[in-house]
């Protein structure tokens, strides 16, 4: 009886041609008892994170990544104020006519990893530029800085060392610090109190302090005077991973350390390619040469991943190249924050951070976040809500994120939009 229902059920739909509606058939009546038991887990979580409010739906862009984009389902052209495209390079006709150049030269891969077949001269350019650039000995390339991330700690600590890591540190820093096998100890956010009682209680061959530079969901900046000298006081080692800061972030554009006027201070950077740099993707570790001669050998993420694709190479080094001839997107950068936070905060706004393009506004409601980012969208605004888990309960907020591609005009008119949408959902009176 069953086979023949399904000899109907494919016969009827092999009539209407709907190959698709075959394929489920055919697929639901493969399904095992275990396989049918996973998917109704996983279906009661997604519907529970569908009730809190905090479900994430992906709008789909139909255009190049830049400050005037077209979202699919959207009529005509929608601001952009959420990318991590800071220097509005991402689509910047050099940037991607160096990509062009690099994908005719050198093809669109490697097909292997670095220490196989994967490594062109390309490569070691880039690493070489990077390196320059932050006045470092010499510099890894991997994948993404996640991949940077995840292969340093394991690498490098065991159990004789320790880390000490801000409780607010990037997802992927977490995660590289769970695989290594050195004692852990997790300091409050930005509370040099904490981690110098931390430091003082710890006997370890070695001692590395962690931190973001920036911090990605509320956009303030780890104290690094301060670390410093704890570190010098504890002999410890500085890591700072400067995601949010390379390219854009101190007069130059060289990052946290630059900021606080301390270029050259930390003993370890870690960063991407896929913010500022181009927008593409990659990540590399830059510091001693000894250390980066040691991640060659030893680092997983780096040893079993396909090298970068020359493309993405070639348009880094084009960022590069114009961040060391001029300072004007940086500081273009720069003046936009600073439109932007004045001009919320005077509404009546609450902008969380430190004078950084991360210009988060608090709402604390996950649900709010999400109903006002979507009004934000019906008026042209490409912003999105941020709630639990990317940030703790009852801290929701719309992440805003400056370019130097905003115009004074973009600006001003996302601002009345907020404020518009603010009175609207009674954020803002």
Do not use: W
Not at 97 to 122: H, N, P, W
């Amino acid at each position: 009886m069953l086979l023949t229902k399904q000899l109907l059920s494919r016969n009827a739909i092999t009539a209407s041609g709907n190959l698709n509606a075959l394929l489920v058939v055919r697929h639901s009546s493969s399904l095992t008892a275990a396989n049918a038991h996973f998917r109704q887990i996983v279906q009661t979580q997604l519907d529970e994170i569908e009730k809190a409010g905090t479900y994430k739906r992906e709008r789909i862009i139909v255009s190049p990544q830049a400050t005037s984009i077209n979202v699919e389902g959207s009529q005509g052209k929608i601001l952009n104020f959420c990318a991590n495209n800071y220097l509005g390079l991402a689509s910047h006709s050099d940037v991607v006519d160096f990509g062009k150049k690099a994908l005719d030269e050198y093809g669109a891969g490697l097909s292997s990893v670095r220490f196989i077949c994967g490594t062109q001269d390309i490569h070691k350019q880039l690493e070489k530029k990077l390196s320059e650039f932050h006045e470092r000995e010499d510099t890894i390339l991997y994948a993404s800085c996640f991949d940077a991330n995840a292969g340093i700690f394991e690498a490098v600590l065991t159990p004789e060392d320790a880390v000490f890591s801000d409780e607010l540190n990037h997802a992927s820093i977490i995660d590289g610090i769970r695989l290594c096998k050195a004692k852990k100890a997790r300091y409050l956010h930005r509370d040099m109190a904490d981690l110098e009682e931390k430091l003082k209680s710890t006997d370890a061959r070695i001692k590395m302090i962690v931190t973001d530079g920036v911090f990605s969901m509320d956009g303030n900046v780890a104290p690094l005077p301060e670390i410093f000298a704890l570190a010098e006081k504890y002999n410890a080692l500085t890591f700072v991973d400067d995601c949010h800061a390379t390219g854009f972030f101190g007069p130059t554009g060289r990052g946290t350390e630059e900021f606080y006027g301390m270029l050259g201070r930390c003993d370890i950077i870690n960063s991407t390619l896929g913010k500022a740099l181009g927008g593409a993707a990659g990540g590399y570790t830059t510091g001693p040469k000894e250390l980066v001669d040691l991640l060659r050998q030893r680092s997983r993420p780096y040893l079993f991943s396909n090298s970068l694709p020359p493309p993405v190479v070639a348009s880094a080094m084009k960022v590069i190249q114009m961040l060391m001839e001029s300072n004007k997107l940086t500081a273009r950068v720069q003046s936009n924050t600073k439109r932007f936070r004045d001009a919320m905060t005077k509404a009546g706004f609450t902008i969380s951070g430190m004078d950084h393009p991360i210009s988060p506004v608090m709402l604390g409601d996950a649900r709010l976040a999400s109903v006002f980012a979507d009004e934000m969208l019906k008026r042209g605004i490409y912003v999105i809500g941020f709630s639990y888990p990317v940030v703790p309960k009852g801290k929701a907020r719309i992440r805003v994120q400056l370019s130097a591609a905003h115009t004074d005009e973009e600006i001003d008119r996302a601002v009345a939009a907020f404020i518009e949408v603010g009175k609207q959902l009674g954020v803002i009176s």
